[in-house]
């Protein structure tokens, strides 16, 4: 019995079935036992068509009906998860970042036929392999180093994408108001940490991997690239932090230097060709890998980061697509036909009432401060293309909804109508605030102007509205407005203005706090502001007059003009096509550098030289700097 075991090999004897080993110890002894072969366990044979169809219909489907059921169950998760982001940014309103939910709608193709192609060449893998194999066995010889599967499934990861795509989808579903504050104003920086620690994990890796190349411990092949990747990642995450911390653009930076990325990927290849050669390892540099893979990911989430964050830079290319991503399929009703003035409506306001919410769909917004001690709206509607009972019933089903609490909420209510069926009747809004409080404002609106006259707000204000004019008149509080089609006006603001119009002329009189202004065509005009000045048009004229502190001016196509007999910062204004016209101060403490690609350079102003097509020259204690650059005719005049 002993002989007949040692005879077998172990897995054999492993593997026969207990009837059989009950056969041999019933031989008699001296007589040897006919050897039967061990039962061989054929794997169920799966179709590729099948698998196929069902990752088709279902992603995921397709790796669970090959038994990879982590696989299959994280695209499924990362699919919904992806879902439920998308209808979390994109109810937050219209303060959207239409960037990030382009690439979240674009995700999902992208994950969908992504499944279908690993079905597909999961499936022609098992073909290949031969029944009594499972499709996890690795095809290797023994002694090439770490095993490499056909199929892997993900490890620790698929925990940790359980547990935090979990709570996130538990946030998403919730929306607590912490998360949109954090969103807001912390996800930048956590971006720009997350890169960090991914680039420095990935540089550190393969440095550790070199190590254990040179001491003869590790076998596999060098993949070129993934150094460039973490300095990538790394490169990306470090200018994002600056801009979220100081109020900087270094990201636009980016622009300029994306170059460099071939050539860190050329330097590391001939780095590891070189270090190979000195080690005497030259096969091994030889047979070193391009990372393309791992490359172009780093390469398309740097890119997915600069498009979402630096979206304000392409406002007026976003805008062109839509502010909401609805409002393309809208018919607005104008402001004639059947008029219908709705009997006003008082809301409440409590103690702990600290903002003002109102989301509207087609009409003007008007809002000023009244000898009221309740919020009062009046609401006339307009509904044209219709008259008599088929209007007046149009407007009894138009309405605004109020919710009522710490943040109150007015929303319109329309009823469309048409051939169509989509065309809104316009719902003009005249709302009264009590003089005795103040509120944080956020106004919305598809199509229509927005109006502030004499409000004041506890800290911000932010106004948008598709198709419509802004206009703020004694206003106390930092306004954020955007327009995709009409003017803005400001005047007598105290506080900060950041407002940005796709087609339009902007004019701002008498800002107290920084002013930023931005349109893709229209002129600007900002006169008597307190604080720094930034204001930029792709196709218009620009005016400034009395820019006290800190000033910067660009034209892609247009002129600029600034006269100021104050000259308390750093100035830098430039102009692609356009005459520059510049109206200093003859006393200050300032220094001038400029320059004229094909103008003419001209000046009255003492102590400033003109060399061929650059201008330059110091006044009192040269403290600040105005920089002027430009195609055009340049001329510095005293005020």
Same mark, same amino acid.
């Given at each position: 019995?002993n002989n007949d075991?040692?005879?077998?090999p172990v897995?054999?004897e492993?593997e026969?079935?207990?009837e059989?080993?009950?056969?041999?110890?019933?031989?008699p002894?001296?007589?040897?036992s006919?050897r039967?072969p061990?039962?061989?366990?054929r794997?169920p044979?799966?179709?590729?068509?099948?698998?196929?169809?069902?990752a088709?219909v279902?992603?995921?489907t397709?790796?669970?009906y090959?038994?990879?059921?982590?696989?299959?169950?994280?695209?499924?998760?990362?699919i919904?998860?992806?879902?439920?982001?998308?209808?979390?940014?994109?109810s937050?309103?219209?303060?959207?970042?239409?960037?990030?939910?382009?690439?979240?709608?674009?995700?999902?193709?992208?994950?969908?036929f992504?499944?279908?192609?690993?079905?597909? +060449?999961?499936?022609?893998?098992?073909i290949?392999?031969?029944?009594d194999?499972t499709p996890?066995q690795a095809q290797?010889?023994?002694?090439?180093?770490?095993?490499?599967?056909?199929v892997?499934?993900?490890?620790?990861? /698929?925990?940790?994408?359980?547990?935090f795509?979990g709570a996130m989808? %538990?946030?998403?579903?919730?929306?607590?108001?912490?998360?949109?504050?954090?969103?807001?104003?912390?996800? +930048?920086?956590?971006?720009?940490?997350?890169?960090?620690?991914?680039?420095?994990l990935?540089g %550190?890796r393969e440095?550790?991997r070199?190590l254990?190349?040179?001491?003869?411990?590790?076998n596999?092949?060098?993949?070129?690239g993934?150094?460039?990747a973490?300095?990538l990642?790394?490169?990306? !995450?470090?200018?994002l932090?600056?801009?979220?911390?100081?109020?900087?653009?270094?990201?636009?930076?980016?622009?300029?230097?994306?170059?460099?990325?071939?050539?860190?990927?050329?330097?590391?290849?001939?780095?590891?060709?070189?270090?190979?050669?000195r080690?005497?390892?030259?096969?091994a540099?030889?047979?070193?890998?391009?990372?393309?893979?791992?490359?172009?990911?780093?390469?398309?989430?740097?890119a997915?980061?600069?498009?979402?964050?630096? +979206?304000?830079?392409?406002l007026?290319?976003?805008n062109r697509?839509s502010?909401?991503?609805?409002?393309?399929?809208?018919?607005?009703?104008?402001?004639e036909?059947?008029r /219908?003035?709705?009997?006003?409506?008082?809301?409440?306001?409590?103690?702990?009432?600290?903002?003002?919410s109102?989301?509207?769909?087609?009409?003007?917004?008007?809002?000023h401060?009244?000898?009221?001690?309740?919020?009062?709206?009046?609401?006339?509607?307009?509904?044209?293309?219709?008259?008599?009972?088929?209007?007046e !019933?149009?407007?009894? +089903?138009?309405?605004?909804?109020?919710v009522?609490?710490?943040t109150?909420?007015?929303?319109?209510?329309?009823?469309?109508?048409?051939?169509?069926?989509?065309?809104?009747?316009?719902m003009?809004?005249?709302?009264?605030?009590p003089e005795?409080?103040r509120?944080?404002?956020?106004?919305?609106?598809?199509?229509?102007?927005?109006?502030?006259?004499?409000?004041?707000?506890?800290?911000?204000?932010?106004?948008?509205?598709?198709?419509?004019?802004?206009?703020?008149?004694?206003?106390l509080?930092?306004?954020k407005?955007k327009?995709?089609?009409?003017p803005v006006?400001?005047?007598?603001?105290?506080?900060?203005?950041?407002?940005?119009?796709s087609?339009g002329?902007?004019?701002?009189?008498?800002?107290?706090?920084?002013?930023?202004m931005t349109?893709?065509v229209?002129?600007?005009?900002?006169?008597?502001?307190? !604080?720094?000045?930034e204001?930029?048009?792709?196709?218009?004229?620009l005016?400034?007059?009395? !820019?006290?502190?800190?000033?910067k001016?660009?034209?892609l196509n247009?002129?600029?003009?600034?006269?100021s007999?104050y000259?308390?910062g750093?100035?830098?204004?430039?102009?692609?096509v356009?005459?520059?016209?510049?109206?200093?101060?003859?006393?200050?403490?300032?220094?001038?550098?400029g320059?004229?690609g094909y103008?003419?350079?001209v000046?009255?102003l003492p102590?400033?030289?003109?060399d061929?097509k650059?201008?330059?020259?110091?006044l009192?204690?040269?403290?600040?700097?105005?920089?002027v650059?430009?195609?055009?005719?340049?001329?510095?005049?005293?005020?």
């Amino acid at each position: 019995m002993n002989n007949d075991s040692e005879e077998l090999p172990v897995e054999e004897e492993q593997e026969q079935p207990q009837e059989q080993n009950e056969e041999q110890q019933a031989s008699p002894p001296g007589k040897r036992s006919p050897r039967i072969p061990p039962r061989v366990k054929r794997r169920p044979r799966k179709h590729k068509f099948i698998a196929g169809l069902l990752a088709a219909v279902l992603p995921g489907t397709g790796h669970l009906y090959f038994g990879l059921l982590r696989k299959g169950i994280s695209f499924i998760f990362i699919i919904l998860l992806d879902i439920a982001a998308l209808l979390y940014f994109s109810s937050i309103g219209m303060q959207i970042n239409v960037p990030l939910l382009i690439i979240l709608a674009l995700l999902i193709p992208v994950l969908y036929f992504y499944n279908v192609f690993d079905v597909l +060449q999961l499936a022609d893998r098992r073909i290949r392999l031969p029944e009594d194999q499972t499709p996890t066995q690795a095809q290797v010889p023994k002694g090439a180093g770490k095993r490499r599967a056909f199929v892997t499934e993900p490890g620790i990861s /698929f925990g940790f994408l359980l547990l935090f795509g979990g709570a996130m989808l %538990v946030f998403f579903r919730q929306k607590p108001a912490w998360l949109q504050f954090f969103i807001e104003h912390y996800a +930048q920086a956590a971006t720009a940490l997350v890169l960090l620690a991914i680039g420095l994990l990935l540089g %550190v890796r393969e440095i550790v991997r070199g190590l254990s190349r040179r001491r003869g411990k590790d076998n596999r092949r060098r993949r070129v690239g993934r150094y460039t990747a973490a300095m990538l990642l790394a490169g990306i !995450a470090v200018p994002l932090f600056l801009d979220w911390s100081g109020d900087t653009d270094y990201m636009l930076l980016l622009l300029k230097w994306w170059p460099v990325i071939p050539v860190l990927w050329g330097l590391e290849l001939l780095l590891i060709y070189f270090f190979a050669r000195r080690s005497g390892r030259t096969q091994a540099g030889a047979r070193a890998r391009l990372d393309l893979r791992g490359l172009l990911s780093a390469v398309l989430v740097a890119a997915c980061v600069f498009i979402v964050a630096e +979206q304000e830079h392409y406002l007026h290319l976003w805008n062109r697509v839509s502010l909401n991503l609805t409002a393309a399929a809208v018919d607005y009703g104008e402001a004639e036909g059947s008029r /219908f003035e709705k009997p006003a409506i008082a809301v409440p306001v409590e103690l702990d009432t600290a903002k003002l919410s109102i989301d509207g769909i087609n009409g003007d917004i008007l809002l000023h401060r009244a000898a009221v001690e309740d919020i009062e709206i009046v609401t006339t509607v307009w509904v044209d293309q219709l008259e008599g009972a088929m209007a007046e !019933a149009i407007s009894e +089903q138009s309405f605004i909804e109020v919710v009522e609490g710490p943040t109150i909420k007015l929303i319109s209510k329309s009823k469309a109508y048409g051939d169509s069926g989509k065309r809104q009747p316009r719902m003009d809004l005249d709302i009264s605030l009590p003089e005795d409080r103040r509120f944080n404002l956020e106004i919305r609106t598809m199509n229509g102007r927005i109006s502030l006259q004499n409000v004041e707000a506890i800290e911000n204000i932010s106004l948008e509205t598709g198709n419509g004019e802004l206009v703020l008149h004694r206003v106390l509080g930092n306004v954020k407005g955007k327009t995709l089609n009409g003017p803005v006006r400001a005047r007598m603001l105290q506080g900060s203005a950041e407002l940005t119009t796709s087609g339009g002329d902007m004019d701002a009189w008498d800002v107290t706090g920084a002013l930023q202004m931005t349109t893709a065509v229209g002129n600007i005009t900002a006169t008597r502001s307190g !604080a720094e000045v930034e204001i930029s048009s792709k196709n218009g004229n620009l005016d400034i007059n009395e !820019a006290r502190s800190k000033l910067k001016a660009e034209s892609l196509n247009g002129g600029i003009r600034v006269r100021s007999p104050y000259l308390e910062g750093d100035w830098n204004i430039y102009s692609a096509v356009g005459d520059i016209m510049l109206y200093l101060p003859a006393e200050g403490n300032y220094k001038i550098m400029g320059s004229s690609g094909y103008g003419n350079i001209v000046t009255d102003l003492p102590g400033l030289v003109i060399d061929k097509k650059t201008i330059s020259g110091e006044l009192g204690t040269g403290e600040y700097q105005v920089e002027v650059e430009g195609n055009s005719n340049l001329n510095v005049s005293e005020y």
